[in-house]
Nanobody
Framework: QVQLVESGGGLVQAGGSLRLSCTAS????????MGWFRQAPGKEREFVAA????????DYVDSVKGRFTISRDNARNTVYLQMNSLKAEDTAVYYC??????????????????WGQGTQVTVSS
């Protein structure tokens, strides 16, 4: 059974930075694309970023391009989301997910049953 555990969330001022981490259990991590999603209060969950199995390809929602960077360390079964120049509208619960391909993560709805429990990111303006 795959378990995804996020960490690194917190409270930060606008313009600041945070780095989220997601560690996966099981051998499935290295054979899957990994992604980050977020859900703000009263809003639908939205795709944020994804990285392919070996880290060669990435994809981002337009609103975070140039500010967020997704990366992965397969030796540590961990995917990261470096968030810079944070804005109040980035406030949300951030979730990690795993799926066979980036396309599965960017589809609507995402084609995966592998989700973490979420970590809160709050950006104060």
């Amino acid at each position: 059974q795959v378990q995804l555990v996020e960490s690194g969330g917190g409270l930060v001022q606008a313009g600041g930075s945070l780095r989220l981490s997601c560690t996966a259990s099981g051998s499935i991590f290295s054979s899957n694309a990994m992604g980050w999603f977020r859900q703000a209060p009263g809003k639908e969950r939205e795709f944020v970023a994804a990285v392919s199995r070996y880290g060669r390809s990435t994809d981002y929602v337009d609103s975070v391009k140039g500010r967020f960077t997704i990366s992965r360390d397969n030796a540590r079964n961990t995917v990261y989301l470096q968030m810079n120049s944070l804005k109040a509208e980035d406030t949300a619960v951030y979730y990690c997910a795993a799926a066979g391909w980036i396309a599965y993560l960017t589809s609507t709805p995402p084609r995966t049953n592998y989700w973490g429990q979420g970590t809160q990111v709050t950006v104060s303006s």
